[in-house]
């Protein structure tokens, strides 16, 4: 996946050509048992009368038009098949932040969707709205253990579920066999730790700059690289609560320097800014040999990439790390009774273990529950792409995303301070201890 711009990201980069893992010889994580395919909502829902028809407003953050589209369309329409009295209107809203723009104008407007898919980071801006349904009681807990407990982090808020993982990534290493195999590498050993990928990139940086060893994006998604690197290192820099941020920590200035150094001083990444749309042409045509990206634009680079590439767990630190990302499911508060339970219906049909397992195939992004990867659809997906376990392998060592009360406050100044040092117009200990003070001030109301 993260973050992905993760604005649009998950799904739109995926979709149009541009979307977050890491992988090396790192153990599998285990299959536990998940829930059964048809898991009911929670006993405690009173069934209304369901032969009422029901039309569901499902927004979609996607461009109109774009493959995603057509899988939605898809989806809405076998759902459909099943349930005759209930339909489903997709409604396709541009990248994540236009989405959740329309979102918002919706619920101010007292006319909310139905459901929506948003990121996964809006949990607190959306709480902090009242708008969306409290979802423990629509499902049993058997339902929710299902799902990777990476997943579940950005979906509570205490004990409270608010939302359901669906187009879920982590950040991945991408990396070119061939060149590797070209600069004297074993094209089948990833770089494990931080030493070997200065060392590698080194190898992979051509003289002349036409071709460098690494490229990690510097813009949109910044913060969700710099979060990687400060996991590596043995921190996170949020609180489970969403309400404090751990911005300048000793592990987070360690991680910033890292990220800084490649390419100002250790001249193994282009210096400045490096779009996060275009990180992955960069990959697919050769002008970068590794690349940090999400695990929503595998099947993207499956598909384009005209050379031999591994997908490997992002190189450790202290030890192996990275956040989650990507979109949940989110049921909206003000609307009728019937239609709660029938969003209710179609988020149960939609994480189904063969459509979870389908959806990660056809997008790149991560199966959300451990019962997909049991599926024979899945199973035989990676023993002939491999690459595809990388991810879902790296959740035992992911953390949750950076998601804050005023999370589109504090996301922006983290991101500024970021490329400030980035581009060198400030040290990373100053831009770390200005993000942590701008976000100490707009995140003091919520500590009361």
């Known amino acids: 996946m993260k973050k992905a711009l993760v604005s649009l990201l998950m799904v739109t980069l995926v979709a149009s050509a541009t979307a977050c893992a890491k992988g090396e010889s790192s153990p599998t994580t285990k299959s536990a048992a998940a829930p059964a395919a048809s898991t009911e909502a929670a006993a405690s829902t009173k069934p209304t009368d369901s032969t009422k028809p029901v039309e569901l407003q499902f927004y979609f953050p996607v461009a109109v038009g774009g493959p995603i589209t057509k899988l939605i369309d898809q989806l809405a329409d076998d759902f459909h098949k099943e349930n005759p009295n209930i339909t489903v209107k997709p409604v396709y809203g541009g990248s994540y932040q236009d989405t959740m723009t329309k979102v918002t104008t919706a619920v101010q407007g007292n006319n909310s969707p139905d459901l929506a898919v948003l990121l996964s980071t809006d949990l607190y801006s959306l709480i902090s709205m009242k708008a969306i349904e409290d979802l423990t009681p629509r ?78 994006p510097s813009t949109g998604y910044q913060y969700w690289m710099t979060q990687a690197l400060s996991l590596q290192t043995g921190t996170n820099i949020v609180s489970k609560d969403g309400k404090q941020v751990y911005f300048n920590k000793p592990e987070v200035l360690e991680a910033l320097q890292f990220y800084t150094d490649l390419g100002r001083k250790d ?9 996060w749309a275009t990180v992955p042409s960069d990959f697919i045509s050769g002008k970068t040999a590794m690349m940090f990206h999400t695990t929503g634009n595998l099947t ?25 990302g990507g979109g949940n499911l989110y049921v909206f508060k003000n609307i009728p009774e019937d ?14 273990p063969d459509r979870v397992a389908q959806w990660s195939i056809d997008t790149g992004y991560v199966g959300t529950t451990m019962a997909a990867y049991d599926t024979d659809k899945l199973k035989n997906y990676i023993k002939d792409f491999p690459q595809a376990a990388i991810a879902r392998d790296q959740l035992q060592y992911a953390d949750s995303e950076l998601s804050t009360y005023q999370n589109g406050q504090v996301t922006k100044l983290f991101n500024d301070n970021i490329q400030a040092a980035l581009l060198g117009t400030m040290t990373p200990k100053e831009a770390l201890d200005k993000s942590q003070q701008q976000a100490d001030d707009i995140l003091k109301s919520f500590q009361k």
């Open 300 to 324: 993207k680079v499956k598909t384009d990439a005209k050379f031999n590439f591994g997908v490997a767990f992002l190189p450790a630190n202290k030890k192996y790390g990275s956040p989650t």
């Open 139 to 216: 499902f049993s807990k058997e339902y929710f253990s299902g799902f990777y407990a990476a997943f579940m982090g950005n979906t509570k808020s205490g004990d409270t579920v608010w939302s359901v993982p669906f187009q879920r990534s982590t950040i991945v290493l991408y990396y070119n066999k061939d060149l590797f195999k070209k600069a004297g590498l074993d094209p089948e050993k990833a770089p494990a730790n931080w030493t070997e990928l200065k060392e590698y990139a080194a190898k992979l940086t051509t003289s002349d700059k036409s071709q460098w060893g690494l490229e990690i």
């Open 339 to 352: 239609h709660k339970q029938a969003s209710v219906k179609f988020i149960q049909f939609l994480t189904q």
């Open 267 to 275: 001249k193994v990444m282009p210096e400045g800014t490096l779009e």
